[in-house]
């Protein structure tokens, strides 16, 4: 059994969204703002029992509160017919709900019989939706108007004064948690794939129906941990106290004890008699001045010291846990250090590990759980869900990186031989990350991408949707087309292996073809767009020509405002050339031709091709066009055409590179085609030296070259410009006419 996938709605920023659970890890990745927090804490307020009350006005959408607050609206109105919101069903498609998607097997019907909403079920997934509703809406509406009411009578008096409640969003602030509930209700398996919609024929469960099905553990991004020079320096989150509990838990001697405790017992209590003798002694004098104060009387208890061994609270102190700086094993004081003192990295570390491992034998009732449970708690749970948040917190990337690839490992146990889980109970871990580390190492198919939505009507609010990355690339209908696709989506997902996965945290992307663009792009942004583009969170990845358009797919399905810089590459008769007007010649770009569909296209019309046209969807083209040259400085402007990134920078930075006194490499290659007696010979020069190697050549520039003295090549510029704009907009969170209400009617009611 496993739980296939979750649908959130009307929670905070998760409007309307589905999100697939992997068989065994699962990884939020998106840019900040995108919806993961909102995802993980809808999953602890609804699938952690101890928590579910955590609710606030806050959860629910924002601009659901609209159709709410006018419901109450309509409550003081004296005719029936006006009244709104008198029926659970009218609030249910407004309030947070989530629904669970189960894949059992049908062996597995005893466990799931109070979920299958069908004597024909076959084993088809089973689903569920928690909606936190009101439990009385008559007992809602009676409360609520009558506070509303007495703060009315009152501002009636004086305009100017606001009293609680304003309205019923106001009211629900205060007594949210007095009037709703979580209610569960089955949905029908037929219709997966759709929404589906509660009516007023809908039942709800008689109790919370996951009790026996999950097993529900959360590490929250907020752990606790703190300074050693803070004020107090113990907290929730140290090590020791984590021991002290699952030294409780699972090994005390003294709970349920059987013949395995025996020793430790017996020394547990020759360590207290001896301790009390030495207690006697030590406090013999001190207690005889008591005495003398007339304490104890003939008729008081006189006073015994008697300890109480427990190596509970023995565990249970910030210098319980040391850290042996020798590591040698030495039982000597002077070369360890108390936890407190150890980095905040490390901390996280053992921290996060340590739960796991409680998680995971509190789960499977390991060493004395297992003897202290009751009747009603005899089965485990078949499905051990486990919510982190933010791993990555002090955490180095190397360390990011082995966190993620072994802690699935920890909660099945798997360095255990003799104690790993059976194959009948399920584990999935679910981890949001702002960490390209983490997503690097996870692996792409595990990667759930937030996406974010901007309003576009001023009645709507920013939202946020959820990409399954492991089908962007889809399955391909036709037998000759299915080895391409499987092959591009390997490319991609070898690709960003190879990478940082910084693509899946940035607010807009960046595909360069080759190393000097890779390394020069960012300098143009730095130096030229240091007040826009460059405070936004842009990725730049270097794609070769032809693999670029591999990561289409990819890049529209994160909706990213992205810039492809690429080169034409002239070609005639399949030999590249000089690109040259006028001469029939195409051009050898596959980005062009496959990405932007321009194949049959020839060079000249693509050169001459319209600004509008070199978008497709969230995406633009940005490649060598011809440059108007003053090479003489006579006035007189020619055009030339250049090959790539290389010869365009010399072209557009003409007195720069004449006037470089020592150069090597390429770049001195080009400052001698630059003090050539006209435009063309210089154009041509150029061309020949392209033969070189392009990283060093930028790497060469650099060093005789100020980047922000480089004047940017004009299709770069223009890209750029793009990007910032698109940017620009995307940042928003309403556009258009979201921006003001649409009518008189919709100011007056907001």
Known sequence: ???????????????????????????????????????????????????????????????????????????????????????????????????????????????????????????????????????????????????????????????????????????????????????????????????????????????????????????????????????????????????????????????????????????????????????????????????????????????????????????????????????????????????????????????????????????????????????DDIAIAPIHLVLIEEPEAHLHAQVQQVFIRKAYGVLRNENDNDNKIGDNFTTQMIVSSHSSYIAHEAGFDKLCYFKRETATSYTDTPCASVVDLSTVFGVSKKKTLINKVENTKKFVSRYLKTTHCDLFFANGVILVEGAAERMLVPHFINSKYRDSLNQSYISILEVGGAHAQKLKPLIEALGLPTLVVTDTDATFNGSKERPLRGKGYSFGSDTLKDWFKLDGKTLDQVLDLPDDQKVKKNVRAAYQCGIQVDYNDDGEGKEAIPYTFEDAIALTNLKLFKGLKTSTGMVKKMHLATIEDDLDKCSEKLYRALDGEKAKMALDLLYDIAPEDLEIPEYIKQGLDWLNTELEVSNRDFLGDALAPQNKDEAAHE
């Not at 659970?21 to 809808?42: C, Q, R």
């Not at 029992?49 to 004296?78: G, I, P």
């Not at 905040?344 to 759980?369: C, P, S």
């Open 1 to 375: 059994m496993k739980i296939k996938f979750v649908g959130i709605q009307n929670f905070r920023k998760l409007k309307q969204c589905r999100i697939p659970f992997g068989d065994k890890e699962t990884l939020f990745v998106g840019a900040n703002n995108s919806g993961k927090t909102s995802a993980i804490d809808a999953l602890i307020n609804f699938l952690d029992t101890e928590k579910q009350k955590r609710f606030s006005v806050t959860d629910f959408t924002l601009s659901n509160w609209s159709n709410l607050n006018n419901y109450a609206e309509t409550w003081r109105s004296n005719k029936p017919e006006n009244i709104k919101g008198a029926e659970l069903h009218e609030w249910q498609f407004l309030c947070p709900s989530i629904d669970v998607w189960l894949d059992a097997k049908v062996s597995e019907v005893q466990k799931v019989a109070h979920l299958i909403p069908t004597l024909k079920w076959n084993g088809e997934p089973l689903g569920v939706r928690l909606v936190y509703q009101p439990k009385d809406i008559d007992k809602l509406r009676e409360c609520y108007l009558q506070d509303f009411e007495a703060a009315n009578k009152l501002t009636e008096k004086d305009k100017d004064l606001s009293l609680w409640p304003r309205d019923l969003k106001d009211y629900l602030d205060r007594e949210l948690k007095a009037h709703f509930e979580i209610k569960a209700f089955l949905l029908d398996p037929n219709q997966i794939e759709a929404y589906q919609i509660l009516d007023d024929k809908s039942s709800s469960l008689e109790a919370y129906p996951f009790s026996e099905l999950f097993k529900v553990d959360t590490i929250e991004a907020q752990r606790g941990f703190t300074d050693p020079n803070a004020e107090n320096g113990k907290s929730g989150g140290s090590l020791s106290t984590q021991l002290s509990e699952y030294y409780n838990r699972h090994l005390n001697p003294t709970d349920l004890p059987d013949e395995d405790d025996i020793a430790a017992l017996s020394a547990i209590n020759t360590a207290q008699g001896l301790f009390d003798d030495r207690l006697d002694l030590s406090f013999k004098s001190a207690l005889g001045e008591i005495k003398t104060l007339g304490y104890p009387g003939f008729s008081d208890p006189d006073i015994k010291l008697s300890s109480r061994v427990n190596p509970i609270e023995s565990l249970d102190h910030d210098a319980a846990v040391v850290f042996d700086v020798q590591k040698q094993g030495f039982d000597d004081s002077v070369f360890s250090l108390p936890e407190k003192y150890n980095g905040l990295g490390y901390k996280n570390l053992i921290h996060i590990v340590f739960k796991l491992i409680t998680f995971r034998d509190r789960w499977q009732r390991v060493g004395k759980a297992q003897r202290r449970r009751s009747e």
